[in-house]
């Protein structure tokens, strides 16, 4: 009998993912932080409210065309120094282990750090610093060269005036949301959502959660030196994102190898 059983569950711990959670990653500027990169709320940052209306306005851009390159150049410039740390390591590694389809990674950041630890699917949200957008005939592409030039065209109406950085900016339509939908209609009650270096001031949990997941539900967890909407969350780490996820891993990890059967039995705790 005890080698049936254990057969038994070999062949079903082998053959069969689906019954295991989903993991949903939702990330801010705090992710990569510790990278050096400056949070929307570091008061030491580079970015301020002027900045912001000039640089990084869809109703305005055209007006400070020049300035808008100019800000996005030195965007680029300053992200290409920075390095991956240990918070994009554990979630790259993560979807390394469990593959795209169990571990979603949706990032509101423009910075490729995630895909430089070998993450094979991200979703931008606010877009990022490798393509163009053409606000003529919405098309997204490449950008080519060391920086955003000026001069780039849109490959399919010709023109460039009408070329813009791919990042999203205040007041622009963002098409990736979609991806956000996707993750609420997807997201069960076994799922694992980890919400992680975001002060919700763009995205709030509202957009992110469904009605049913919109409490102190245990497989909600947050990772903020300074939570906000902690009523959302059945776990709440106060760390920066690296020393947050270091602490919480080992119990993500065997949250994600767990069956129905046994996460029912403990009542979906960690
Ligand atoms: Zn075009």
């Given at each position: 009998m005890t080698a049936t059983v254990g057969r038994d569950f070999r062949e079903r711990s082998v053959a069969d993912t689906s019954q295991l959670p989903t993991l949903y990653v939702w990330s801010g500027a705090g992710l990569s932080a510790d990278s050096g990169i400056p949070t929307f709320r570091d008061v030491n940052g580079l970015w301020t409210q002027e900045d912001f209306d000039r640089v990084c306005n869809f109703e305005t851009w055209r007006m400070y065309r020049d300035e808008v390159f100019d800000f996005y150049d030195r965007r680029l410039h300053m992200i290409e120094r920075v390095k991956p740390n240990s918070a994009h390591k554990i979630l790259a590694a993560w979807q390394g282990r469990w593959g795209p389809d169990r571990v979603t990674l949706i990032t509101q950041n423009i910075d490729g750090l995630l895909e430089a630890e070998g993450a094979q699917a991200v979703t931008h949200v606010h877009g990022d610093l490798e393509h163009m957008f053409c606000v003529e005939c919405?098309?997204?592409?490449?950008?080519?060269?060391?920086?955003?030039?000026?001069?780039?065209?849109?490959?399919?109406?010709?023109?460039?005036?009408?070329?813009?950085?791919g990042t999203i900016f205040f007041n622009e339509p963002a098409p990736e949301y979609e991806a956000i939908m996707a993750m609420k209609t997807r997201m069960t009650q076994d799922d694992i959502f980890v919400a992680v270096g975001t002060s919700f001031t763009v995205v709030s949990p509202y957009h992110l959660l469904n009605k049913d997941r919109l409490s102190k539900?245990?497989?909600?967890?947050?990772?903020?030196?300074?939570?906000?909407?902690?009523?959302?969350?059945?776990?709440?780490?106060?760390?920066?994102a690296g020393t947050g996820l270091g602490q919480i891993a080992a119990r993500i990890e065997r949250a994600m190898q767990e069956e129905p059967t046994k996460v029912d039995q403990i009542a979906r705790v960690f």
């Open positions: 919405d098309l997204r592409f490449p950008r080519q060269g060391s920086g955003f030039d000026r001069t780039q065209s849109c490959p399919r109406c010709g023109e460039f005036e009408s070329v813009k950085p539900h245990r497989r909600n967890v947050l990772i903020d030196p300074r939570p906000t909407y902690t009523e959302f969350f059945g776990l709440v780490v106060e760390e920066s």
